[in-house]
């Protein structure tokens, strides 16, 4: 992968743990199929049922039933053929995707779609609200590979981070730890704690500038 994220400019561990991802997107904890409304963004977990394909080969919608003993909702991926590999009925899955109407029923469009082992227990236990980052990626090094990888080395990178602010003047401006907001910035824990990293790091980008202009000058 080295050359890979050489064109992406990543060459150090420095780079990688620095090489944030652009957005995050929202998994809201999971709430009972039954308490789904439309227009809302939703995650759901439920068992997976009458699972099938409709249209022809390499253009296929599969189709699915999820239940969850609160309701049953109508699931749809388009052009999403692999997951006839995927899934099957009975499994169990973590889906979340905008909620509109189909027929009797709630029903998901192409949401996320995670499947959860059964043996790891309760699928609902340690639930959360989630925020998973999204990376500048490429064809030959996918943004799910990126997360991967930076999720390796993440807690054994930040721990040699130092911080280029004093204490004093991060307590005036209310900014949170270098080392910390480059945690949060990949595996944020809320929506405020993401919004805190965020507004660390752009103050450090400021600064960085401002001192090169100043060095510069005096060059």
């Known amino acids: 992968r080295v050359a890979q994220f050489a064109k992406l400019g990543v060459r150090t561990v420095r780079d990688l743990i620095e090489y944030f991802p652009f957005r995050h997107e929202h998994r809201p904890k999971s709430q009972a199929i039954g308490t789904l409304k439309v227009g809302e963004t939703a995650t759901v977990v439920g068992e997976v049922r009458r699972l099938r394909a409709a249209g022809r080969f390499g253009n296929q919608t599969v189709n699915a039933e999820v239940a969850d003993g609160t309701g049953v909702c109508r699931v749809r ?99 949170s730890p270098r080392a910390e907001s480059i945690r949060s910035l990949h595996v944020p824990a809320s929506a405020e704690e993401l919004a805190a990293a965020r507004r660390r790091v752009a103050d450090d980008e400021v600064l960085f500038f401002l001192l090169a202009r100043r060095w510069g000058r005096r060059g």
């Not at 979340?96 to 959860?116: D, E, H």
């Not at 959360?128 to 991967?148: C, D, K, N």
Request: proline share 8%.
């Open 77 to 175: 991926w388009f052009n999403s053929p692999y997951l006839l590999e995927k899934l099957r009925d009975s499994d169990i899955v973590r889906l979340t995707g905008a909620v509109s109407v189909y027929g009797r029923f709630a029903s998901l469009t192409n949401p996320t779609t995670i499947l959860v082992d059964r043996d790891d227990g309760d699928p609902l236990a340690g639930d959360r609200e989630g925020f998973e980052p999204v990376y500048s990626a490429t064809g030959e090094l996918p943004g799910r590979e990126i997360r991967r990888i930076i999720a390796g080395v993440l807690d054994a990178a930040v721990s040699a981070v130092g911080d280029p602010l004093p204490p004093a003047l991060r307590r005036r401006r209310q900014l």
